[in-house]
């Protein structure tokens, strides 16, 4: 199983990004995926996750009504459309497969892939 984050990169503060996730050896439509991040020195932490289906998400209080999760089942792919960044934004971005979606993201296998570096300038 290979996971691939890609869309990152350098934006100025309250720029877009939209991340994409897809895998390889591995049909996402079968479970739920998130969205994490880790900043320097800091821990990985549950940006936002969505039900197989789509029918429910959950989102970081500090990126609600900024970030918005969605996903294409045909494509085998989930999104992070990022708006309004802020330069603590600023992480390596995963999607991760096999999340548990509640009251939170809870990550149940160890596939993570290299991540997907976002810069936010002020």
């Known amino acids: 199983v290979q996971l691939q984050a890609s869309g990152g990169g350098l934006v100025q503060v309250g720029g877009s990004l939209r991340l994409s996730c897809t895998a390889s050896?591995?049909?996402?439509?079968?479970?739920?995926v998130g969205w994490f991040r880790q900043a320097p020195g800091k821990e990985r932490e549950a940006v936002s996750c969505i039900t197989n289906t789509g029918g429910s998400q959950y989102y970081k209080d500090s990126v609600k009504d900024r970030f918005t999760i969605s996903r294409d089942n045909a494509k085998n792919m989930v999104y992070l459309q990022m708006n309004s960044l802020k330069p603590e934004d600023t992480a390596v971005y995963y999607c991760?497969?096999?999340?548990?979606?509640?009251?939170?993201?809870?990550?149940?296998?160890?596939?993570w892939g290299q991540g997907t570096q976002v810069t936010v300038s002020s």
């Open positions: 050896g591995l049909r996402l439509d079968q479970y739920g």
């Open positions: 991760a497969p096999k999340v548990r979606v509640g009251f939170g993201c809870l990550p149940e296998s160890d596939y």
